[in-house]
């Protein structure tokens, strides 16, 4: 059973910094991709960041320069460090993985329950 599980969300003032983490835990044949994404008003998800297992990182263009995601190929964790946070940060993010258990399985996307960031004076 694979199980993404997030830590470190909360409530942090406008400018200040939090850490996400997450761990995958489970079987993995491969995990390609890493990320968080954060719910939208309109109830979507949208990227913040995905990290490949080579190192590639992308972000959205509303986080470059303040968030860094990195990530721990050998024991299956990512984070996401987010400095200069903004109101409109607050979000519910989510953890991703993009990935396959077994080499003849399909690719598929497993996610993290969520964590909630707020971001309020």
């Known amino acids: 059973q694979v199980q993404l599980v997030e830590s470190g969300g909360g409530l942090v003032q406008p400018g200040g910094s939090l850490k996400l983490s997450c761990a995958a835990s489970?079987?993995?044949?491969?995990?390609?991709?890493m990320g968080w994404y954060r719910q939208t008003p309109g109830n979507q998800r949208e990227l913040v960041a995905d990290i490949s297992s080579a190192g590639e990182t992308t972000y959205d263009k509303s986080v470059e320069g303040r968030f860094t995601i990195s990530r721990d190929n050998a024991k299956n964790t990512v984070a996401l460090q987010m400095t200069k946070l903004k109101p409109e940060d607050s979000s519910v993010y989510f953890c991703?993985?993009?990935?396959?258990?077994?080499?003849?399985?399909?690719?598929?996307?497993?996610w993290g329950q969520g964590t909630q960031v707020t971001v309020s004076s």
């Open positions: 991703n993985a993009k990935g396959r258990q077994r080499s003849y399985s399909p690719t598929r996307d497993y």
């Open positions: 489970g079987t993995f044949s491969n995990i390609y991709y």
